[in-house]
Each structure stands twice: as structure tokens, then as C-alpha cells.
């Protein structure tokens, strides 16, 4: 019995000092790396080369546009083509649309996602569907969104560029890191794209080679 005791202890010892060294040598990790929703753009796309229509003269910017490359060379998404137009109420020809549009409550950036049905016509699916085939991505931009500064416009659509490549809100994911992706309201939202950003969508894509 005394010699089992002793045993017990001894591998406690063990055990506990192993926990120890592999704390001290442990590389911190960013949390929820897989804050991001299930749904894939259709094979018959090339995301390699995403094309985007902007359908208002008020968003043709320098604002606007750089926040459109933004998560361009982290993963193999690119937007390649940016084109414009003055009309606010043309089709959606493109990959991803970039609309004005009034918007409710205080949203000032929303994103809808549109899948093809069997007839081959554009049906909206929710940004949260599973196994889905994604074929078409718009952008609403509310136009008090003009009244803002460069930086929040460029912040907006950033981030409405990232639910069009299926990254969530983190908080979402029970997640409070800070990050472009969170929700504003979370007080955990960044200006800017972040390493945790850019760990989700690599998760979610693959890295840039």
C-alpha cells in the first residue's frame, strides 16, 4: 500500500511537471479561428479573379476603393476588376455588387448573398446557410455613410468585404478579440484588418502563395 501511495505521488510529480514545461514553452494563439460561416462561392467562379460593379458615383473614392483590395494577397481571393457606374438602381452583373441604399435602424453596411436556383435564376440564401454555393455577393451601403470620415467609410467596406468572402462577426462565435469583423456594437470592432482577420480567412481559404 505505501509503495502504491509512493507511486502516486511520483507520477503526479511527473504529470505536473510536464504541464508546467509546456506552459512556459506554449505560443499564445489567436482565439477563434473559425469565426467564419460555412458556405463556399460556386465552383463555376473564379475567385481568383472576383470582379466588383460599384452602382453609385457617391462611393467611386479613394475611400471606397482601397477598402475593396484590402484582403487582397492574404488568401487566393482576389478582387481584380473594380468597375463603375452613377446608377443607383442597376442589375447586379458581377461577382459582388457595391449598391446605395437606404438602410434601417442605424445598419450603415449590409451584405446578401444570392445562389442560383434550378432554373438558373438568382434566389437570395441566408449568409449563415450550410453546404451552400454562393454566386453572387451585394453590398448596401447607406448614404449617411458619405457624412463619415475616409476612415470609417474604408472600415465599412472592408468589412462588408469580409462577410462577402464568409467571415462572421466573432462575437458570434462567442469570441471578443479585437477585430474588423466584429460588430460595431461589441466594442470590440478595429478600423483596420487584423491578425485575427486574417487567420480566419486563411482558415477558411487557404493561405496566399
Known amino acids: 500500500m505505501k509503495q502504491r501511495k509512493q507511486l502516486n505521488r511520483f507520477l503526479c510529480s511527473i504529470i505536473c511537471g510536464i504541464l508546467l514545461i509546456s506552459g512556459c514553452f506554449s505560443i499564445p494563439a489567436y482565439a477563434c479561428t473559425t469565426a467564419y460561416y460555412s458556405w463556399t462561392w460556386d465552383d463555376s467562379i473564379d ?14 473614392e479613394n475611400a ?9 494577397m492574404i488568401t ?10 452613377s446608377s443607383v438602381t442597376s442589375g447586379n ?11 434601417t435602424g442605424t445598419t450603415i453596411g449590409q451584405t446578401r448573398l444570392y445562389r442560383k436556383n434550378f432554373l438558373g435564376i438568382y434566389v437570395e440564401s441566408s ?23 475616409d476612415e470609417w467609410r474604408a472600415k465599412t467596406v472592408t468589412h462588408e468585404m469580409g ?13 471578443e478579440t479585437n477585430c474588423l469583423m466584429q460588430q460595431n456594437s461589441s466594442g470590440f470592432a478595429t478600423s483596420t484588418i487584423q491578425q485575427h482577420d486574417k487567420n480566419n480567412i486563411i482558415a477558411k481559404w487557404g493561405a496566399y502563395e
Open 47 to 60: 475567385m481568383s479573379d472576383l470582379t466588383v460593379q460599384v452602382y453609385s458615383a457617391n462611393f467611386n
Open 76 to 85: 487566393p481571393i482576389y478582387v481584380r476588376h473594380v468597375n463603375y457606374s
Open 127 to 149: 449568409i449563415s446557410s450550410t453546404n451552400t454555393d454562393i454566386c453572387q455577393a451585394r453590398i448596401y451601403l447607406d448614404p449617411s455613410l458619405l457624412d463619415s470620415s
Open 93 to 103: 452583373i458581377e461577382d459582388i455588387n457595391v449598391h446605395e441604399q437606404d438602410l
Open 163 to 175: 462577410h462577402a468572402f464568409g467571415m462572421m462577426h466573432p462575437i458570434l462565435n462567442d469570441c
Open 64 to 72: 471606397t476603393t482601397t477598402a475593396l483590395f484590402a484582403w487582397n
